[in-house]
């Protein structure tokens, strides 16, 4: 790695690292809170959870969509492009806020129904997610504006409004969830509550960070109304694949979560233990990912492509490295980590057998997320990241899900490791397509 890389990695990387880890180091807290109510409790919010992941990583497709397009334009100093490229994938992405909260609002408990089983368990996430509803449009344009500013170079400012946020939320959930001092005990509505708000905070804080900076850099981005029959075209050959890829592959993981949620809810509540640690494990290379597809694509928006294959080598060396050192760390303190919660002695003996899963499979988890995810798209050949989570997912990892929970009526440990195994396949398709250097393509023309 040279010097210019390294400082590049370090400004974009280390502050969304830092707010990912803040983010899932509370999340933590806020599971170990949620679990003293009760295993229907830990699972139903898990569970609702899994929903509302579907229409985060849905509207973050369109999001990463956008990034690609906006690195490459920034690489090419097109400032229209830029303006373009954020105001298009925004206009599309509220189709997604409308439909998820008619459907949060009007049909929770019909959503929750297919997750589980258990009356209680569904009662208390369709409670859950109809609060939740009011948290989609704020999180949206959080993410669209802290997308510019990062490939604006200022990383840090949504870093400092995500952990603002962060802090909030937690702080929120300590006094609705068991209702202290004058406020009322909410439980698993004050959990609800305190995300949307901390959601609100955040967007608040980061619309006025890009004021302020958009002042200083003399940049107009006024809003745009219409755009050209070529950009358009050019946005939907690189927003369509990822959109379905994204899309299939968080439908994916909503059917894991129905293969756990009817495997009974003990079992349940111990995959939802296992998940703030699964965020805390990924998180730390969360900024990697998001690093990868800016600096690679900056690379290739200034048609350096030996540079750009330089840097995608550097981040597969960093990647796989990481991955093995932090996927021990898993497996060597998870029996610690389990007696954070007031749960039952069987159900923390089976969060750390899921955990050891967790740990076996995390470095091919985060290769498919900084490779294919970050290097892989940043040339805009999303459609062959489409192809490889639909072949991972539901060519094996659903399939197999299935099969050991209901046919061969494995214990949950074994049927999560055998779906994980799909990340594997992603994994062999993503190096063949590394290798074949196909990606690699200037769209900011």
């Given at each position: 790695m040279d010097k210019e890389f390294k400082k590049k990695l370090t400004d974009i990387a280390l502050p969304i690292t830092v707010q990912t880890l803040m983010h899932s180091s509370l999340s933590l807290i806020d599971q170990i809170m949620i679990g003293s109510l009760g295993s229907a409790c830990i699972a139903g919010i898990g569970l609702a959870g899994k929903f509302t992941s579907l229409f985060s990583v849905t509207v973050s497709a369109i999001v990463a969509a956008a990034g690609i397009l906006i690195s490459q334009y920034v690489g090419a100093k097109n400032e229209r492009g830029v303006r373009d490229s954020f105001y298009l994938p925004l206009y599309f992405s509220l189709i997604f806020v409308v439909g998820f909260t008619l459907a949060s609002l009007f049909a929770p408990n019909q959503i929750m129904a297919f997750y589980a089983d258990d009356s209680e368990t569904i009662s208390k996430a369709a409670l859950y997610l109809r609060w939740r509803a009011a948290g989609y449009f704020p999180e949206i344009l959080t993410m669209f504006v802290s997308t510019l500013l990062r490939n604006m170079n200022r990383a840090k400012l949504p870093a400092v409004a995500g952990v603002v946020a962060i802090i909030t939320n937690t702080l929120l959930n300590w006094l609705l969830i068991f209702g202290i001092g004058p406020l009322p005990r909410m439980e698993e509505s004050g959990a609800a509550i305190a995300t949307v708000l901390s959601h609100v905070i955040e967007m608040l804080i980061v619309v006025a960070l890009f004021i302020r900076e958009k002042k200083k850099q003399n940049l107009f981005l006024h809003p745009a109304l219409t755009f050209s029959r070529e950009f358009v075209k050019n946005a939907a050959f690189i927003l369509a694949p990822i959109l379905v890829g994204e899309f299939l592959w968080s439908l994916g993981e909503n059917m894991y979560a129905v293969i756990y949620g009817h495997?009974?809810?003990?079992?349940?509540?111990?995959?939802?233990?296992?998940?703030?640690?699964?965020?805390?494990?990924?998180?730390?290379?969360?900024?990697?990912?998001?690093?990868?597809?800016?600096?690679?694509?900056?690379?290739?928006?200034?048609?350096?492509?030996?540079?750009?294959?330089?840097?995608?080598?550097?981040?597969?060396?960093?990647?796989?490295?990481?991955?093995?050192?932090?996927?021990?760390?898993?497996?060597?303190?998870?029996?610690?980590?389990?007696?954070?919660?007031?749960?039952?002695?069987?159900?923390?003996?089976?969060?750390?057998?899921?955990?050891?899963?967790?740990?076996?499979?995390?470095?091919?988890?985060?290769f498919n997320m900084v490779i294919g995810g970050g290097v892989l798209q940043s040339g805009g050949q999303t459609k062959f990241m489409t192809a490889v989570n639909i072949i991972g997912t539901w060519g094996a990892g659903v399939p197999l899900g299935f099969a050991t929970a209901y046919f061969f009526k494995l214990p949950i440990w074994w049927v999560y490791f055998f779906l994980s195994l799909e990340e594997f396949v992603r994994v062999g398709i993503s190096i063949w397509l590394l290798k074949s250097r196909r990606w690699m393509k200037n769209v900011a023309v």
């Open positions: 495997l009974g809810t003990e079992p349940c509540a111990a995959m939802t233990l296992m998940y703030p640690i699964q965020g805390i494990a990924i998180g730390a290379l969360c900024g990697v990912s998001s690093a990868s597809g800016i600096i690679v694509g900056n690379s290739l928006g200034a048609n350096d492509e030996k540079k750009a294959w330089s840097q995608a080598i550097d981040f597969v060396r960093l990647t796989v490295t990481a991955g093995i050192i932090i996927g021990l760390i898993v497996c060597l303190l998870s029996p610690l980590y389990v007696k954070l919660f007031n749960v039952a002695p069987e159900t923390r003996a089976v969060t750390v057998k899921i955990l050891a899963a967790f740990a076996f499979v995390f470095t091919a988890k985060v």
